[in-house]
């Protein structure tokens, strides 16, 4: 079971970069791992480190002005491959929510199966956000699931994003896929009992 999500308000880390694929988000070298942990040190690798394997100051996870358990990034983040490492990278990292104006369906609904929030928003309304990051990086976001609300807290901005109502209950109870079947699990024998065929 993971940590429920009703509302989260943080600052941001920004990433106004469109087309954001897999590889980038974590490089296949990677890849070997079968359980999560550990990926989110390698989140970004090659943006983040040289190939010496030193911080390269310029890319804003290494910039300390910049904290927050909200990533928000360019259109079409998580286009590529299907590597559910990608989303076990951004979550092992610490971000709770991820907001774009569009994500490539396979990642987002990876993201989801570990209770990561994508959140989609206009065009218009990632925009300013960026906007607002970069005039001042304490800028705050507040996305509450329960209205399915993401808000601007430096110009009040608010729009609704969906989700689908199952990925939904789970992330409010902290569920995965087999909590949510173990939670429901005397519904699953009462039907099964109830409906049994006749053989």
């Known amino acids: 079971m993971k940590d429920k999500f009703q509302t989260l308000t943080s600052t941001c ?8 694929d897999t590889d980038q988000i974590i490089p296949a070298r990677f890849l070997k791992a079968t359980s999560r942990k550990g990926f989110g040190d390698n989140l970004f690798r090659d943006w ?4 010496d394997g030193n911080k390269i100051d310029s890319f804003v996870l290494n910039d300390p ?3 927050g358990k909200i990533l928000v990034a360019g259109k079409n983040f998580g286009s590529g491959s299907s590597r559910e490492h990608a989303a076990w990278a951004v979550a092992g990292y610490g971000f709770k929510v991820v907001i774009s104006s569009f994500f490539a369906d396979i990642f987002k609904n990876n993201a989801l199966n570990n209770c990561l929030l994508p ?3 206009s065009e218009e309304f990632l925009t300013s ?3 607002s990051i970069e005039n001042d990086h304490n800028t ?6 329960v209205e399915q609300t993401v808000t601007n807290n430096a110009t009040k901005e608010t729009e609704h994003f969906d989700i689908s109502p199952y990925k939904k209950d789970c992330l409010l109870n902290g569920f995965d896929d087999i909590d949510f079947l173990l939670n429901n699990l005397n519904d699953i ?6 409906n049994r065929m006749p053989y």
Do not use: M
């Open 65 to 67: 002005t910049y904290s």
């Open 129 to 131: 956000l960026f906007s």
């Open 140 to 145: 705050t976001v507040t996305v509450n699931l």
């Open 48 to 51: 983040r480190f040289d190939k």
């Open 13 to 20: 880390i920004p990433i106004p970069r469109e087309n954001i």
């Open 119 to 121: 959140v989609v928003v």
């Open 189 to 194: 024998e009462s039907w099964e009992t109830t």
